[in-house]
């Protein structure tokens, strides 16, 4: 089972951005980004396929940046234009299926620790 490890939450202003990571401990087929705010469901936010595509949820499209560097199996989110409503912790998975129409991965297999990201307005 492949070990995932986040970093880069944080907290900052309404406006603001925030770059998070996931270091993969070996290949990964599908990774994508996963948040979930207090009291609500876990969410998919952003996501790459082994073959390359790349799918975002609707709130997040035109913020959000995904990106994989394949030699460190490493996936990144680039926040930009953060809003109060982005504020959940936000976990990195990996997963063996394809990409969900909103971002996430299929028949995940493992699931980072999760780092919290907090907007404040």
Same mark, same amino acid.
Not at 40 to 51: Q, T
């Given at each position: 089972?492949?070990?995932?490890?986040?970093?880069?939450?944080?907290?900052?202003?309404?406006?603001?951005?925030?770059?998070?990571?996931?270091?993969?401990?070996?290949?990964?087929?599908?990774?994508?980004?996963?948040?979930? !705010?207090?009291?609500?469901?876990?969410?998919?936010?952003? &996501?790459?396929?082994? $073959? /390359? +595509?790349?799918?975002?949820?609707?709130? @997040?499209?035109?913020?959000?940046?995904?990106?994989?560097?394949?030699?460190?199996?490493?996936?990144?989110?680039?926040?930009?234009?953060?809003?109060?409503?982005?504020?959940?912790?936000?976990?990195?998975? !990996?997963?063996?299926?394809?990409?969900?129409?909103?971002? &996430?991965?299929?028949? $995940? /297999? +493992?699931?980072?620790?999760?780092?919290? @990201?907090?907007?404040?307005?």
């Amino acid at each position: 089972q492949v070990q995932l490890v986040e970093s880069g939450g944080g907290s900052v202003q309404a406006g603001g951005s925030l770059r998070l990571s996931c270091a993969a401990s070996g290949y990964t087929y599908c990774m994508a980004w996963f948040r979930q !705010a207090p009291g609500k469901e876990r969410e998919g936010v952003a &996501g790459i396929s082994g $073959i /390359g +595509s790349i799918r975002y949820a609707d709130s @997040v499209r035109g913020r959000f940046t995904v990106s994989k560097d394949n030699a460190k199996n490493t996936l990144y989110l680039q926040m930009n234009s953060l809003k109060p409503e982005d504020t959940a912790m936000y976990y990195c998975a !990996a997963g063996t299926g394809g990409l969900t129409s909103g971002g &996430g991965c299929t028949n $995940i /297999g +493992s699931w980072g620790q999760g780092t919290q @990201v907090t907007v404040s307005s």
